[in-house]
């Protein structure tokens, strides 16, 4: 019966390792969509000086994962920014798609809003250029640091996993 314990436990541990090491890579790939969709929504509004509406529909037609979700939320609400401003749109959308990311991304993302809901191109372009930035260097360092993360806690899962056989043996 001990046994059996222990390797439930196991079982669990090496669960709740798999868990978290898929959530930080989806928290990776996450940041990579944002910026290529944010890229390409800026793209849009730069070159061919799109309203919002459609360059979120071009930005979504063209960018998979959470920037794709981002977009579609965002898009499919518009028709409501009458009655709810654009921001408030914005920021329920974040929090639909985006639950994964770091707060300090969200917090980057969520100032977008009011700066998108204004008339001033050249405020937005700055502002997503920043946004789109920042999603870069911190993709760029969670990429360089997963290895080692991944290494760190499969470690913490086996040293864990011994310690609790052992006890329980």
């Known amino acids: 019966m001990k046994w059996m314990g222990a390797l439930l436990i196991l079982a669990a541990a090496g669960l709740a390792a798999l868990r978290l090491l898929q959530d930080k890579k989806s928290s990776l790939e996450g940041c990579r969509s944002l910026a ?44 409501e920014l009458g009655e709810v401003s654009f921001q408030q749109i914005w920021n329920e959308a974040l929090d639909s798609s985006c639950r994964i990311l770091d707060p300090g991304a969200l ?27 920042y999603l870069e260097v911190l993709w760029e360092q969670q990429r360089s640091g997963y290895p080692a993360q991944r290494r760190l806690l499969l470690s913490v899962y086996l040293a864990m996993s011994c310690f609790l056989v052992i006890l329980l043996l």
């Not at 000086?49 to 979120?56: K, V, Y």
């Not at 071009?58 to 609400?77: D, P």
């Not at 917090?107 to 789109?132: H, K, N, T, W, Y």
């Open 36 to 79: 290529s969709a944010l890229r390409l929504l800026r793209g849009e509004l730069e070159a061919r000086s799109l309203p919002l509406g459609e360059a979120l529909a071009h930005a979504e037609n063209k960018t998979g994962g959470l920037g794709r979700k981002l977009m579609i939320g965002v898009s499919e609400r518009l028709p």
């Open 107 to 133: 917090e980057e993302l969520r100032s977008l809003g009011p700066v998108l809901g204004s008339f001033d191109l050249d405020m937005q372009l700055r502002s997503l250029e920043a946004v789109i930035s």
